[in-house]
């Protein structure tokens, strides 16, 4: 996750007593031990090593594509190694501060621990939820697909102001994003968009974001005032790698290649460069027209088209499972979240109860708070 959690709570009561934190303390030291077993220091250290080693070779550069899954990978690993290195130093100094605050009698000192020790609970919240994404493709990166549904032009605007949370949200944490494809509305807003978001995690992070997303607002498309409910439905896929076996049989292709347009119609290419693939036996339906080459519009839309295949079985698989347990698959519900700003001011998951009163904060792209609540409450119906 990382800071920013609008209105997130903490699982941790506030500032503790003096009498309380030796015990306190040795608690987060144990969940921080545990943390890093999980992580598997060691085995993390050596892969840098080995990585690292691969990003010094003169012929690194020699493969683009594998060089950046290379370089990303490191950069990710040496991250999370020191940022796990770094909260248990926090835990140790803590500590100290605390001793310093008893040998002292200082209570500026004490405050001042008191504050570090809330901060550090909060960051070991955080990093745990991290430990929580052990799905077979939670380390993937996140393909995001969103598309406008009932509710006419005010869903097609709910959709943009989806895509720009979550765009959003990968700025504030400092992850790469590739728009691949926006189809426009005529009045405002969008009618769908598909978008890749290049962080190790963002699939199992995002993952709890599927689903149908509600707004409830006075419609500004509506000369008297009213009060209008629309929705948009989100739907995350894992990228695909070179491991996943998907076949698919060219035969069973249809492939257009149309003019890229933007905002009202208004062309964005002099070319017809922008592809759109149609899986005939699934009838699922693919673009891209992120303004390159046909080729690379082509080679990302069956990127996507395989992410969705992928997905599909995936589903297939998990609804054999859920039939055989007796479920029927219905665990998660569809109706996710409600965003609400008129007549109060609440965004609130349908599902784990979290809540934020600041709609604004979450439209912006604050939304840890949902993501971890999301993960927590994920694990728990997998008990």
Known sequence: MGPGNAGARSRYAGPVAVVDVSEELKSLSSTM???EAVLDLDTMRADIAVLEEQAAAPSLWDDPEAAQKIT????HLQAELRKTEALR?????VAVLFELAEEMDDSDTRAEAEIELESVRKALDEMEVRTLLSGEYDSREALVNIRAEAGGVDASDFAER???MYLRWAERHGYKTEV??????????IKSTTFVVNAPYAYGTLSVEQGTHRLVRISPFDNQGRRQTSFAGVEVLPVVEQSD????????LRIDVYRASGPGGQGVNTTDSAVRITHIPTNIVVSCQNERSQIQNKASAMNVLQAKLLERRRQEE?????SLKGDGGNSWGNQMRSYVLHPYQMVKDLRTEFEVGNPQAVLDGEIDGFLEAGIRWRKQQEK
């Open 33 to 35: 031990g545990s943390i």
């Open 318 to 322: 998990q609804a054999l499972m859920d």
């Open 162 to 164: 989806l895509q720009r």
């Open 72 to 75: 990303s990978k490191l950069s």
């Open 180 to 189: 691949y494809e926006t189809s426009y509305a005529e009045e405002a807003g």
């Open 245 to 252: 076996h998907v076949d698919i049989d060219e035969t069973e």
């Open 89 to 93: 130093a926090r835990i140790d100094d």
